[in-house]
């Protein structure tokens, strides 16, 4: 039984960072592409970053692109990402993501997901 668990989210302030981890069990981790995603009530799920199965590819979404990093280890199988400066508009559910395959378009992404952990940014 595959399983992705979260963890790491919090309330923080503007300008604060965070550092989300995902541990992987059930799969053959690094074999699998790693993704997180974000979501606001109402809204869609929204790619914010990807990394592939070595670590050696990562694709972020713009407007996180050098304030947030993705990074794996795979002795450990978890992934983590890196949040900093953040805003009032990264407040979100993250959840992290596995697919066998890397590369975009990112909205086809995702045979494995996890429940997701909230982040929120206070001004």
């Known amino acids: 039984q595959v399983q992705l668990v979260e963890s790491g989210g919090g309330l923080v302030q503007a300008g604060g960072s965070v550092r989300l981890s995902c541990a992987a069990s059930?799969?053959?981790?690094?074999?699998?592409?790693m993704a997180w995603f974000r979501q606001v009530p109402g809204a869609n799920l929204d790619f914010v970053a990807a990394i592939s199965e070595s670590g050696s590819s990562t694709d972020y979404l713009d407007s996180v692109k050098g304030r947030f990093t993705i990074s794996r280890d795979n002795a450990k199988n978890t992934v983590y990402l890196q949040m900093n400066s953040l805003k009032p508009e990264d407040t979100a559910v993250y959840r992290c993501a596995a697919d066998p395959d890397y590369g975009s378009p990112w909205y086809g992404f995702g045979k494995h997901w996890g429940q997701g952990t909230q982040v929120t940014v206070s001004s």
């Open positions: 059930g799969l053959p981790f690094g074999s699998y592409a």
